[in-house]
């Protein structure tokens, strides 16, 4: 389950009001409105800089939905 604290900085990157948009585990981008390829690279420097965490490229590109984007962000934390 993707956190509260996700989801935030998604829809505040995007500028979008969390309590209108629907994100789950299961979401992909392109079903976000303005999740385009330069909103990602703008979500992932923002979830790197809130997390204090640094991604590795293909890492990044491993993750197909927000649930494993969550999963990546978890793993990093728990380090």
Not at 1 to 28: G, W
Not at 30 to 35: L, M, N
Request: with cysteine; net charge negative; charged share 30%.
């Amino acid at each position: 389950m993707i956190s509260d604290r996700l989801k935030k900085i998604i829809c505040d990157e995007l500028y979008l009001d969390p309590a209108t948009v629907n994100i789950s585990d299961e979401t992909q981008a392109p079903e976000v409105p303005g999740w385009d390829s330069l909103n990602h690279a703008n979500i992932i420097v923002a979830i790197e800089k809130d997390y204090g965490v640094r991604f590795k490229g293909l890492e990044v590109l491993k993750c197909n939905d927000v649930g494993a984007l969550q999963r990546l962000i978890d793993s990093k934390v728990s380090k």
